[in-house]
Nanobody, 121 residues
Framework: QVQLVESGGGLAQAGGSLRLSCAAS????????MGWYRQIPGKQRELVAT???????YYRDSVKGRFTISRDNAKNTVYLRMNNLQAEDTAVYYC???????????????WGQGTQVTVSS
């Protein structure tokens, strides 16, 4: 059974940077689309970025030019580099692996446990 373990969250000042990591167990990682979502209390979880098995990427508009998603299939790990962090980036960030296997989009997510990112202004 595939499991996702996130790390790298914490406290950053506005304008600062953090890098999130998500390590996946299991042997199908390279064939799956991966992504990062975030959620604040009382709001729906929102998609932040995805990366397909062909390394194609998608970003929500508010993070374009600031966040970079990448993957290392040899390490079964996906990363989210977050630069120029803003207070509105404060949330719990969740890693997702698409169980559907289409390889390009998150349609049936397996979730990590989440990691808190707090940006102080």
């Amino acid at each position: 059974q595939v499991q996702l373990v996130e790390s790298g969250g914490g406290l950053a000042q506005a304008g600062g940077s953090l890098r999130l990591s998500c390590a996946a167990s299991g042997s199908t990682f390279s064939r799956n689309a991966m992504g990062w979502y975030r959620q604040i209390p009382g709001k729906q979880r929102e998609l932040v970025a995805t990366i397909g098995r062909d390394y194609s990427t998608y970003y929500r508009d508010s993070v374009k030019g600031r966040f970079t998603i990448s993957r290392d299939n040899a390490k079964n790990t996906v990363y989210l580099r977050m630069n120029n962090l803003q207070a509105e980036d404060t949330a719990v960030y969740y890693c997702a692996l698409d169980k559907d296997g289409n390889g390009y989009r998150i349609t049936d997510p397996l979730w990590g446990q989440g990691t808190q990112v707090t940006v102080s202004s």
